[in-house]
């Protein structure tokens, strides 16, 4: 595919890695709807957006909501004329032991705070990938993409069982998805960042930044601007599908 053709959706496209993926699209020559819940955010995209060669359209969307995300596929369709390609970067935390031994009682982690990750992090983007994908089918789109967002911490990490688990569930969709839409000319990749540097990242407590940052080889964060290129690299290799790319600086989580 060529980047400058892509018709595409970026979700969590107000910070982040998505933001980075947003700007990098539009000054390809890419036509995109960039959605977000944060809706400052995106007026601030939109902004920094202005003046590149593609089009950066933008869209207050709770991912989590069906009919949010149906709405606005059917919105980016007819906005864009098309639509031929889906990135997942929509991503919270909300970090916490599964249990913690307190001095007179054990503290749990709430099933509010396991939900609120999932929700976002694996049913969003099983629900954005299912509405894109029936689209594509719909309007005989070939060839097609669906990239999705995880993460090395998919392996587990202390303290992020819902992140870890949001991940890793992501991973197989990739793969599960990869396998089933081939056939229709659909590929579906994913891409794993490691620490990177993003607004997620200044979430964590030092402390967990540094545990971390110890397990990789490199002794540094990632930037946002090195995830793109393994984006790059998708949207380029027409050959690449149902895999995941680790981009983690040699992470050993």
Known sequence: MKLENIRAIVTGAASGIGRQFAL????SGAS????????????SLAREGQGAPGRL??????????????????????????LDTLVNCAGILRDGLLVAPEEEWVRKLPTAQWKAVIDTN????????REVAAAMLRHRVRPGLIVNVSSVTSKGNPGQSNYSASKAGLDALTRTWGLELAPHGIR?????PGLTDTPMLATMSSEQRERLLAQVPLGRVGTTEEIWL?????????YFTARVIDIDGGATF
């Open 122 to 129: 694996l049913t969003g983007p099983y629900l954005m990938a």
């Open 24 to 27: 990098q699209l539009a000054r």
């Open 188 to 192: 579906v990749a994913g891409i794993a």
């Open 230 to 238: 393994a984006l790059e690299f998708i949207i380029r290799c027409d």
């Open 57 to 82: 359209l933008t869209a207050q969307v709770d991912v989590t909501r069906e009919d949010e995300v149906k709405a606005a596929v059917e919105d980016a369709l007819a906005q864009l004329e098309g």
């Open 32 to 43: 995109l709807v960039a959605v977000d819940i944060d809706s400052d955010g995106l007026r």
